[in-house]
C-alpha cells in the first residue's frame, strides 16, 4: 500500500529547475519544466552580490518607420521560488504540511495493512462466497483511504500554487520597475535563453526587492477539483490481497 511520501511531496525545487515530482510537480509561474539538462547557458546569479540599481536608461529608439529596439533583461522565475524569504517559506510550510498527513494517515494504514494480512490467511479456509465477499469489502477500505490520501496531497498542491500565485503578483510591479530602470522593453525567463554575451539577468536585484515586498507567503490546505485528486492517486496499485485457489474436492 501506497502512503504518504514527505520526500515526494517536498521534491518540488531542485537546483537549475523545478522537478516534476510523481505526487506534487509545480512549474514557475506557469514556465514549463526544464529537463535534466537545462538548454540556458548563462551563469546562475549570485545573491551575494546582486546587480547595481541603474538609473532611468532612456527608452530605446523606434528604427525609421519599423518597431522599437528590443532592450532585454533576463530573470529566473525558478531561482526567485527557490532563494527568495517567501519561496522557502512555502516549501517548508509543504513539508510541514505533508508530515502532518503523513502522521494522520499512518494509523489507518497500519490497520489497513493488518486487516490485509489476517484476511491473506484466512482466504484458503473461507467458503467462496464468503471469501469473495470479504475481498470486496476490503477493496473497498482500501480504495476509500487512497482516495482520502490522493485529495490530502491534491489539497496540499492546490494551496501550494495559491501561494505562488500570490508571489508572481507581488513580483510584477518589482520587474516592471526594472524594466524602467535599465529601460527595458521586454523580460525573458532564464530558461529562454540559449545564449547571451552581455550582463542582462536581473534576478538578484528582483530577489532582494521581493524580499522586503513580500517576506512570507501563507500556504495552507486549498480545496482541490476531484479531478486534481484523480491525477494524484497511484495509477495501478498493487492488489493488497491476492485471491488463494480455492481448496481441491476430494
Known sequence: ???FR???LIAMVVAGGVATASVVSFDAFGATAPTAEPK???ANPVISNPVATTAPAPAPAAA???PPTPRIIVIDRNFILQR???GKDMVNQVQTLSKQSETEFKTQETQLATEANQLQQQLAILAPDVRDQKEKEFTSKQQAFQTKVAQRQAEI????NKAAHQLEVALEPILKGIMVERGANMVVDRSAV???TVDIDVTPVAVQRLDKALPHVKVELTAA???AAVAAAPRAPAPAVVPAAAPAKK
Request: aromatic share 4%; glycine share 8%; charged share 10%.
Open 194 to 196: 540559449i545564449l547571451s
Open 1 to 3: 500500500m501506497k502512503m
Open 64 to 66: 525609421p518607420n519599423g
Open 84 to 86: 527568495s524569504s517567501a
Open 6 to 8: 514527505v520526500d515526494r
Open 225 to 227: 477539483p476531484p479531478a
Open 40 to 42: 540556458a547557458v548563462i
Open 157 to 160: 498542491q492546490a494551496g501550494f
